[in-house]
């Protein structure tokens, strides 16, 4: 192959035919199915090529790379095309000033958006009659000269991927004979620059690792002290509560102190009045109240939790009321007593015994039309509704959520002004029911075998639910405002979650994922627009 001299390459029949006013070599027998990226460098003046009726399916990234002459990409060859190219010193007259850019009758399934980098002179491009049913943003970009492109004869499909496309006919100079969608089925057939861009709704959200923490944990409670941001992690398997300090440089989360904690299953920050306390709950060793002291920079034990009405604790709630502060402990064993706790200056105080004997699993505090509730979830019976009497300065039995036996958790969303509670059943199906003025009637069933946590969290302006499994992929479902319902979103690999908890950061979205089985991981919410 001698390339002096070279102006112009054919491909045409998996042949390929070398063309020049001094044509010096013939490249014939061209048997491949793809175009590799510079296939051309080494002809930096070729001015034209025929890529014709070959069965090319992919053209690769900067395949025509160093062709910054080239014009023309020619159509089909006349027939019967000529066996020795020595009697065609130049190009039939029939295509001589033609200006097209000819791709045609291939059977090329795709195109990145550096397939046509460099050729900066092409005015002309046809890419009918292949196998194309999309086309990537910016595959035009370079071509900023073109005054024709056909791309008829092509199966696109008619999605968020070529909404580009759509714009593009619509603010280009550049003559596009008519296109019609392939797909999908209520697009077929229509021609794609009449496509009402309105109705693509082309921008998502995804939810990507961010951190890893590389241990196990069974809680996560992120909290706001002294204007920083942390995390306290209960750490069974590592005997500790520990607390996380979120690094604004950095963007990730440190260590920041630990709490001794032989069994630790829940640690609940409190900050009342600018001080910190910590509620540690164990399965064993009994349960204390840990408060930050400054003087030191260390957590100090203040206070024992009783335990012989707290055995066996499984999750703690801690709110305010009528100025108030409160903690409530939802208590696991037969023997020992879900109870309220209230501050009074010096320390928590026992308050109230709420639910004896009955092996309480979690315990969600929620406002509802003003009235402050607890929901307490148990493996004995169906959960139990309590409703704070301002009068009495306790909580009152007020009913169940009937029909829902062995809840593991209970957790509590709001929709505009709906309220709804998430139950989560580790053998038979999870269940999200709404409250409907006296009572919570069942509005979506999801099956969850081994699911032990189904908590709803809110990122921007979404409302999503997490379904997690010990025995399969955590799923991540997003609430449909049409169908008033949870709509599958995502699978998150998550082992053993036990909490999906929302950090509260600004100008960055992050759910924590504590894993009793794995490592903790840390996503962040991203938002895609799937046109780009």
């Not at 370079?142 to 619509?170: A, Q």
């Not at 009152?396 to 969303?413: C, I, N, S």
């Not at 081994?450 to 992929?473: K, N």
Request: hydrophobic share 40%; glycine share 4%; charged share 20%.
């Amino acid at each position: 192959m001698l390339s002096c001299g070279f102006l112009g390459v054919a491909i045409e029949g998996m042949k390929i035919l070398a063309v020049a006013r001094d044509l010096q070599r013939t490249l014939i027998n061209a048997g491949f199915s793809e175009i590799k990226e510079a296939s051309f460098a080494h002809l930096p003046f070729l001015q034209f090529l025929l890529l014709n009726s070959n069965k090319f399916t992919l053209i690769r990234d900067n395949a025509f790379m160093g062709l910054s002459h080239l014009q023309y990409l020619y159509g089909p060859w006349p027939e019967p095309y000529p066996k020795v190219l020595t009697d065609l010193p130049v190009l039939p007259r029939k295509y001589q000033n033609m200006g097209r850019v000819f791709i045609e009758n291939n059977e090329i399934q795709a195109l990145s958006k550096n397939t046509f980098r460099g050729l900066k002179s092409l005015t002309h491009l046809s890419l009918a009659n292949n196998n194309l049913q999309t086309l990537p943003k910016d595959l035009l970009k370079p071509v900023d000269i073109l005054s024709d492109l056909d791309l008829r004869g092509n199966s696109l499909t008619c999605d968020c991927n070529i909404k580009w496309l759509v714009e593009w006919m619509e603010s280009t100079n550049t003559t596009v004979p008519a296109v019609f969608c392939g797909g999908p089925p209520q697009y077929q057939g229509q021609k794609i620059r009449d496509l009402p861009l309105k109705e693509f709704d082309c921008v998502t959200t995804d939810f990507v690792v961010h951190q890893v923490l590389p241990f196990q944990s069974v809680s996560a409670e992120p909290f706001i002290y002294a204007s920083d941001l942390y995390v306290a992690m209960a750490q069974p398997s590592a005997s500790s509560c520990t607390i996380l300090k979120w690094d604004y440089v950095e963007r990730k989360l440190r260590d920041f102190d630990r709490i001794p904690a032989h069994s630790a299953v829940y640690c609940k920050p409190i900050v009342v009045v600018s001080q910190l306390y910590v509620v540690v709950a164990q399965l064993f060793g009994g349960s204390y109240i840990y408060r930050w002291d400054t003087n030191i920079d260390k957590f100090i034990k203040i206070q024992d939790i009783d335990s012989q009405k707290i055995r066996k604790p499984n999750d703690i709630e801690a709110f305010q009321i009528e100025g108030d502060w409160f903690f409530v402990i939802a208590d696991s064993s037969k023997a020992g007593s879900t109870s309220l706790y209230r501050w009074n200056q010096n320390g928590f105080y026992s308050h109230q015994d709420l639910h004896a004997w009955h092996r309480d699993t979690d315990v969600e505090y929620v406002e509802i039309d003003g009235k402050p509730r607890l929901i307490i979830s148990s493996s004995s019976q169906a959960p139990i509704i309590y409703q704070w009497s301002r009068s009495q300065k306790q909580f009152t039995p007020l009913g169940d959520v009937a029909e829902v036996m062995d809840v593991q958790m209970v957790k509590h969303f709001r929709n505009k002004k709906d309220h709804y509670l998430c139950l989560s059943r580790y053998i038979g199906d999870s269940k999200v029911v709404k409250w409907e003025g006296l009572r919570f009637t069942e509005v979506q069933t999801l099956p969850s075998r081994g699911s032990m946590v189904m908590e709803p969290f809110r990122v921007s302006q979404h409302q999503y639910m997490a379904l997690g499994s010990d025995f399969s992929f955590t799923h991540i479902y997003l609430w449909d405002e049409e169908k008033q319902r949870f709509v599958r979103f995502q699978e998150l690999s998550v082992q053993a979650p036990r909490a999906f908890r929302p950090i509260p950061l600004e100008g960055m979205d992050v759910v924590l994922a504590p894993s009793f089985k794995g490592s903790t991981l840390v996503y962040k919410h991203i938002v895609v627009d799937l046109s780009l």
